[in-house]
């Protein structure tokens, strides 16, 4: 039992970064949890962890540690879980992340629901349109689209995203509607950035994608505002259908170029390659599949 305790006080203090946080978890006082980080790196004859009063940070030696300590304490709960007569019950602190839009429309409230029927479990969830390094950064789960290239991480597929060109009907009335990708060339495109392009279906060969570099007088590295100057009349947006489907159904905005929309891609949950997933992971992952499939993101809000 002691080591049991030492194990998790370490894991506790590790994720939440200090030793009052892992008390408070723990429902004991900060002496308590620093007694039992005591007595586990004195047992293991190695510093794990770095304390100030404020903080707590890894060794190398911890970091190395910490993920063979979690995966102990996981499998534990899951054995009980199998076996326990009130049924599946997680607890823990995850770590998600997710990219900016999507996670404020879909998986924040997503979090929300889990973590009413999970009482036991915490969430941290970091939104943002940066590609973390999950391992490295210490997250549990990622939300990514597109297909997986890094062999360490493993993946659950959720759903598929498909992404139109759209304009608002004011705007084509005004400035036509294009018929060919050309056509784009005379257009004011919403872009995220000059270095990036539109993909779309090739016209020679609809079976492969082209991508394609537009331009405009608009640039914003948020595609919230890119979403927000289509509505306005100001251009064409190349957008995700689950940002403006909503959009379509109502008229506030148009789709263009149907006929060339790239196939969709996959939506991902992402975790490190490990012999078992934590059971709060798991269930928060199985709660994401059952909603997309539920209500599917190519179909919109």
């Known amino acids: 039992m002691d080591r049991f ?14 030793l009052s946080a892992a008390a408070r978890a723990e429902g004991v006082s900060a ?24 903080r707590v940070s890894l060794t190398y030696e911890g970091a190395a540690f910490l993920e063979d300590a979690q995966r102990i304490l996981d499998e534990l709960a899951n054995a009980e879980a199998a076996v326990s007569l009130g049924g599946i019950k997680a607890s823990g602190h995850i770590r998600l992340t997710a990219p900016a839009g999507f996670g404020r429309l879909y998986i924040a409230p997503l979090v929300q629901a889990f973590l009413e029927d999970h009482s036991e479990v915490s969430v941290d969830l970091d939104l943002g349109d940066r590609v973390v390094d999950i391992v490295n950064e ?41 018929a060919s990708l050309d056509d784009l060339a005379r257009h004011n495109c919403l872009t995220l ?42 251009g064409l947006a190349w957008r995700s259908f689950w940002e403006v489907g909503e959009d379509l159904r109502a008229g506030r905005l148009a789709p263009v170029l149907e006929h060339l ?9 992402v975790f490190p390659q490990r012999r078992q997933l934590a059971l709060r992971v798991r269930l928060l992952i199985d709660s994401f599949k059952h909603a997309f499939a539920a209500h599917p993101l190519d179909r919109g809000r």
């Not at 305790?5 to 200090?18: C, D, M, N, P, T």
């Not at 210490?138 to 498909?162: H, M, P, T, W, Y």
């Open 31 to 54: 002496a308590v949890i620093s007694r039992r980080l005591d007595a586990l790196e004195q047992r293991l004859g190695v510093r794990l962890l770095v304390r100030t009063t404020r």
């Open 193 to 234: 950035g000059q270095q990036r392009g539109w993909l779309f279906a090739n016209p020679a060969d609809l079976a492969a994608t082209l991508s394609v570099k537009v331009a405009g007088r608009f640039v914003c590295n948020d595609g919230a505002v890119l979403h927000e100057w289509a509505l306005a009349g100001l």
């Open 261 to 269: 929309a790239a196939p969709p891609i996959g939506v991902y949950a």
């Open 138 to 178: 210490g997250f549990d789960c990622a939300i990514r689209f597109g297909e997986l290239s890094d062999s360490s991480l493993v993946s659950i597929k959720l759903g598929q995203n498909r992404r139109l060109v759209v304009a608002s009907p004011a705007y084509l009335e005004k400035h036509g509607t294009p």
């Open 5 to 18: 305790k030492e194990l998790q006080s370490f894991v506790l203090a590790a994720s939440r970064g200090s």
